[in-house]
């Protein structure tokens, strides 16, 4: 197994995640298996109690897993499935050290950082990377990525164990990638000093790293090259200019230009030769077309909605159309706002801000016979909507949130339960479609299997009497409501689990692809 550590400098939110997955794409091009590790040095055991409006959407995985965004970039750009192991966090750490301890294991010694915490996280890095994930078969190499910046307090324990890690691996199968910021100056001259100083930084921890990746505005150009690579021992060719790209699936395609795999395989003695331009042929298409989605969202913006972003742009890029996100403010829902959209998206959510724009939202489109594709929440929603408008029962709800007739209750497995952390009804589970139906039109599977996160379900007492007046659930499991659309409606599709999280560029979620042809075709309608 052979590994890649990717550490930050100067300040987060540079996209070293971006980074990551790209390399990781760069190598798999190159017709090897790779496999990615994050590490998070909160004390959070999973992402699934953060507040997504500070850290950014959390990524489910296909066990579980509730995780940060980042493997949700591992899995689209390297196309694979990753499980919890993959994201390693100070509290997973913690917790199995405290563990052991109270079991007796460590026989009498005292426990400490170095070297307990460091062997467990060395132990975590090496199960996760050695996962059969691949046919039954690990993969060749593994991405490593330390999240926060060089120097913050908590990363100390995970750099220290990289630098353990690197110097008991032989030097053809480690590789160390130090992504950082080139900020520039009021004459547009990039500055290299925040550059050295984090470089700097790692060097005090052991760590010498082979390349750099250089974020910036502006290319980086050879003077400045050279003078980082003298002052930071570093050869000229395997300091790598990283503009900000204008998609994020061109970044591998930019940092092949500037020798990032050559400098990779050489260091990792590897073979050079392009075995797929798939990725390249895919991303590289050319727009002809081109639609607006109206995102109702209450949590912010970008991060927080990305798989959904991303899954627009993969269902948009197979249609050559381009997406352009309008983001609608549920608690200002603004009717002549959606009249400019071709369809409207409405999102996953927790508790009550909000919810009376988004039903009012799905009204609308309803009524209007706009496209709409509603995401969990949001499939909730469009069922309170139906029961409100159209079986009339004007005080609808769903228990999580209000106090009339609820339609939505909690499942039957959830009542009771007192600890929030990864204990709702998670990850993968089976679907049935019905034949006949736009689910099925678009799955073209009778058994699909999709990712959850929720608490509630259609309660199925009404489930008769919604049926009789045409919401059809056309994906069920068991009397678990999975799918409801109908049929009276150009597109009108909503889904209890989250295909956002299996949407990938080379294969398109199949709502997202529907929706984005219903899009499209309403506004040939328009024009
Ligand atoms: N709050 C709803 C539930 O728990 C929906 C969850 C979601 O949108 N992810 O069932």
Redo the contacts with the bound molecule.
């Keep these: 197994m052979k590994y890649i550590f990717i550490t930050g400098g100067v300040m987060s939110g540079l996209g070293k995640g971006i980074t990551a997955a790209s390399v990781g794409r760069l190598l798999k091009n190159r017709g090897y298996k790779v496999t990615a590790v994050k590490i998070d040095p909160y004390l959070n055991i999973d992402a699934g109690t953060m507040n997504p409006a500070q850290h950014g959407e959390v990524f489910v995985l296909h066990d579980g897993g509730e995780v940060d965004l980042d493997l949700g970039n591992y899995e689209r750009f390297l196309d694979i499935e990753l499980n919890s192991s993959h994201n390693i966090t100070t509290g997973k750490v913690y917790r199995l050290v405290i563990d052991k301890e109270r079991r007796g294991d460590y026989l009498g010694q005292t426990v400490q950082i170095i070297p307990h915490i460091t062997d467990q996280i060395k132990e975590c890095i090496r199960k996760a990377a050695e996962e059969p994930a691949y046919g039954g078969k690990p993969a060749d190499i593994c991405i490593v990525e330390v999240g926060g910046t060089v120097g913050d307090i908590e990363s100390m324990p995970f750099l220290e164990a990289v630098r353990q890690m690197r110097s008991e691996l032989p030097i053809s199968d480690r590789a160390l990638v130090h992504v950082t910021l080139m900020p520039s100056d009021s004459m547009g001259d990039l500055k290299t000093k925040p550059t050295q100083h984090s470089v700097k930084a790692l060097r005090e921890l052991g760590l010498f790293p082979d390349i750099i990746v250089g974020r910036s505005e502006r290319s980086l150009n050879s003077h400045t090259k050279k003078k980082l690579s003298s002052l930071c021992d570093i050869p000229q060719k395997a300091i790598i200019s990283a503009e900000t790209a204008k998609d994020i699936y061109q970044v591998p395609m930019e940092l092949e230009k500037e020798g990032l795999s050559d400098v990779l395989c050489e260091l990792l003695h590897l073979e050079n030769e392009v075995a797929s331009r798939e990725w390249y042929r895919i991303v590289s298409k050319e727009y002809t077309h081109r639609i607006i989605v109206g995102i109702v969202s209450k949590y912010g913006k970008e991060d927080v909605y990305l798989s959904i972003k991303e899954a627009l742009k993969h269902a948009g890029r197979k249609l050559l159309t381009e997406v352009t996100i309008r983001w609608l403010d549920a608690e200002r829902v603004d009717i002549a706002d959606l009249r400019e959209c071709d369809g409207v998206l409405i999102p996953?959510?927790?508790g009550v801000r909000g919810i009376e724009g988004k039903i009012s939202a799905i009204r609308f489109c309803r009524e209007e016979k706009v496209p709409l594709l509603g995401l969990?929440?949001g499939f909730?929603l469009s069922v309170v909507e139906y029961t409100r408008n159209v079986l009339g029962i004007p005080d609808a709800c769903s228990s999580?949130w209000g106090d009339g007739t609820a339609v939505i209750t909690i499942l039957p497995e959830q009542e009771g339960i007192e600890n929030l952390g990864g204990t709702?009804r998670l990850g993968d589970w089976p679907v049935s479609i019905k034949p006949a139906t736009t689910a099925y039109r678009l799955y073209q599977q009778t058994e699909i299997i999709e990712r959850h996160?929720?608490?509630?379900e259609v309660d199925p007492s009404f489930i008769s009497q919604l049926e009789e007046t045409g919401l059809i659930f056309s994906g069920t499991h068991g009397n678990r409501m999975e799918i409801a659309e109908i049929w009276d409606h150009p597109f009108f599709f909503s889904t209890q689990f989250h295909p956002e999280f299996r949407s990938r560029p080379t294969r398109p979620s199949p709502p997202f692809l529907g929706f984005a042809e219903a899009c499209l075709k309403n506004r040939k309608k328009g024009e």
């Design positions: 996953g959510g927790f969990c929440l909730q999580e709702m996160r929720h608490r509630y």
